[in-house]
């Protein structure tokens, strides 16, 4: 199968989609074999298998809606419900705000420790099939080149001096990577209003068409590998609850404990019957984000505007001991007594690991490329339950991880796939194939008084949902 996917790459645009009861995944590319993403219709790829379309068929999301979007719906109202949001979900609004690509990152610039540095990282990140690697890998090469040389620094001045030069070479590439991060939060702000406000419209349809959960439910989870504040901010637009491992106002600090405080409501005229308040979710950074930063050996998230400037005025807090870029809690990078025991990411891994592997938990993967092993191995874990279920959006695959996991987890029948620059396309995906929870149980609830009354069925039954693999009330 990754052989056929390839070999569709290099001449056209193709999307990939298994669901519902897909045997393997099923290849579609454009009508007119164009390598854009403006195509609206699409044929089968040659001998891809697929019982719902016709060798030579021209169909569009008319005939992909109702493979796609009762599928999820069923899905998302699986007892545990998260989400994996990688770096695509950032790309994705930012282009849709202002037509460009989010800004690269980048390699950083080590001096005389280049060649060590670039080599280690090139060989780590070849080990885990991402290619030559990326910053975040030079990073994390060059806090543990930093560690030996502060060690052998004890009892030796050459080594000593090195270590210093080094660590003044890893600030300077820590704020050239915090001002990246800001420079793509600036594109947004900066963007045209009416495309600022749908880049955001649709990120925050997106974000509710999970987060609205029926109560009974247990909350939506949020993991993400991103620095940046896109969800945040997109949150705070849809007026949507964050729940994470921070409490506080002015400062908020990082605590191991809390993670079961949740928000409830009393009904008018109802006590002692609490229940849940829609729109919020519990929020996770495993990877740290931007805003934290290492103060009095605590971690404490700073409060500074999003698409500010530069993050230098920010980092005078109280309790730093050095306000440099050294103090972000950004991984891999961890500041000084914290290696043995990886501190906060130890926290963040393992909620990760508590909330994906659960009976009856559904793993919803969007831009996420699968190159942080850390990450794979929990989702390889949680696939051996067998009412768990993964489904993987994306935009593209240009490595090829997403098809290699696939076919190396073994269990094509707990894998969804949307892969491509349509079916993974952010604003395709909120406009015809993403579930609408929010109006799911009105719908239902007019199907069934139509049907009482009048003894027929709704003539919308193209924008109904397929309650076939729904209960009452849109529920499994």
């Known amino acids: 199968m990754i052989d056929d996917v390839n070999g569709e790459r290099n001449n056209i645009a193709r999307n990939i989609l298994k669901s519902r009861d897909d045997v393997q995944p099923v290849i579609f590319i454009p009508q007119d074999g164009s390598t854009g993403d403006t195509s609206s219709q699409f044929v089968l790829s040659e001998e891809s298998p ?5 060798p030579e068929e021209v169909f569009g999301s008319d005939k992909l809606r109702p493979r796609i979007e009762p599928w999820l719906t069923a899905l998302c109202q699986s007892e545990h419900l998260s989400l994996l949001l990688g770096s695509g979900l950032s790309h994705a609004v930012h282009r849709l705000g202002t037509g460009n690509p989010l800004p690269g990152m980048g ?19 070849e080990a885990s099939g991402r290619g030559d690697g990326n910053i975040e890998d030079q990073i994390r090469i060059a806090n543990e080149l930093l560690r030996g040389l502060e060690i052998l620094g004890l009892s030796d001045e050459k080594m000593e001096k090195q270590a210093d030069a080094l660590k003044k070479k890893l600030n300077d590439v820590l704020t050239n990577f915090a001002s990246a991060i800001l420079c793509g939060e600036q594109g947004l702000i900066d963007a045209e209003e009416t495309k600022r406000e749908d880049a955001f419209n649709y990120l925050v349809s997106f974000m509710m068409s999970f987060a609205s959960r029926t109560g009974t439910r247990d ?78 050996r605590s971690i404490r998230r700073i409060a500074f505007p999003f698409g500010a400037n530069s993050i230098q005025p920010y980092l005078n807090a109280p309790g730093t001991s050095d306000p440099d870029a050294m103090q972000l809690m950004v991984y891999p990078n961890a500041a000084k007594d914290r290696e043995t025991s990886f501190y906060p990411y130890v926290e963040l891994f393992r909620d990760f690991a508590a909330a994906a592997c659960r009976p009856n938990h559904t793993l919803i993967a969007f831009g996420y490329s699968f190159g942080d092993e850390h990450i ?23 490595l090829d991880r997403i098809m290699k996991t696939y076919e190396s987890l073994g269990r094509p ?20 194939y993403l579930p609408k929870p929010a109006i799911d149980r009105t719908t239902f609830r007019m199907a069934e008084l139509l049907k009482s009354r009048l003894g027929t069925k709704p003539n919308d039954s193209k924008d109904r949902p397929d309650t076939s693999t729904l209960g009452e009330g849109g529920e499994v």
């Open 50 to 54: 697929c019982s719902w379309a016709k």
């Open 107 to 125: 390699s950083g610039n080590f001096d005389t420790f280049n060649d060590v540095v670039n080599a280690e990282a090139k060989r780590s990140a």
């Open 219 to 296: 909350r939506l989870n949020i993991f993400t590998t991103n620095y940046d504040r896109f969800i945040e901010a997109g949150a705070e637009v849809a007026g949507m609850h964050l729940l994470d491992r921070f409490v506080g106002t002015l400062a908020p600090i990082f605590r191991s404990s809390r993670l079961d405080l949740d928000m409830h409501y009393n009904p008018p005229g109802i006590r002692g019957e609490p229940r849940y308040l829609e729109g919020v979710a519990r929020f996770t950074k495993l990877h740290g984000s931007l805003d934290w930063v290492d103060c009095a």
């Open 376 to 398: 794979n191995r929990v989702i390889e874990d949680m696939l051996t339950i067998p009412s768990t279920h993964l489904v993987v959006i994306s935009y593209d695959d240009p």
């Open 413 to 432: 029948a707990q894998v969804s796939l949307l892969i491509g620059n349509h079916v993974g396309e952010l604003q395709s995906l909120v406009d015809n």
